[in-house]
C-alpha cells in the first residue's frame, strides 16, 4: 500500500504560482498513475491533473489547460503540480491521488484512484 502526502500549498495573489508536491511512502510512486484533483468549499471534488504510470502521458482539466502543469522526480519519489497564474476560482484543497487496477476508469474519475493523501490547501487571494 502506498502513503501520499501533500505539500506546497498557501496563499498567493492572483496570477501567481505555486508548486505543489506529492511525496509517497511504503511504495515506488512510478508504478502508479497520479491524479491530482481539488475541492472548493460547497462544491464537489473535480479533476486538475494526472500522469500515466507509462510512458508519462499526462491530461488536464480545461479549466486548467495551459496554466498547470505535472511532473514527474521518480528519483525522490514525487510528483509535482505546477501552477502558474492562478485565479480566485482555483482556491480549494488540493489532493494528489494514486490509481487501483481499474484500466477502463477515466483519468478524470476519482473512482479510479485507491490511494488519497490528506490535501494542501491553495487559496488564492484577489
Known amino acids: 500500500q502506498v502513503q501520499l502526502v501533500e505539500s506546497g500549498g498557501g496563499l498567493v495573489q492572483a496570477g501567481g504560482s505555486l508548486r505543489l508536491s506529492c511525496t509517497a511512502s511504503?511504495?515506488?510512486?512510478?508504478?502508479?498513475?497520479i491524479g491530482w484533483f481539488r475541492q472548493a468549499p460547497g462544491k464537489e471534488r473535480e479533476f486538475a491533473a494526472a500522469i500515466r504510470r507509462s510512458g508519462g502521458s499526462t491530461y488536464y482539466a480545461d479549466s486548467v489547460k495551459g496554466r498547470f502543469t505535472i511532473s514527474r522526480e521518480n528519483a525522490k519519489n514525487t510528483v509535482y503540480l505546477q501552477m502558474n497564474s492562478l485565479n480566485a476560482e482555483d482556491t480549494a484543497v488540493y489532493y494528489c491521488?494514486?490509481?487501483?487496477?481499474?484500466?477502463?476508469?477515466?483519468?478524470?474519475?476519482?473512482?479510479?484512484?485507491?490511494?488519497w493523501g490528506q490535501g494542501t490547501q491553495v487559496t488564492v487571494s484577489s
Open positions: 491521488a494514486a490509481d487501483g487496477s481499474r484500466p477502463t476508469v477515466p483519468m478524470n474519475d476519482p473512482r479510479k484512484y485507491d490511494y
Open positions: 511504503g511504495r515506488t510512486l512510478s508504478t502508479y498513475t
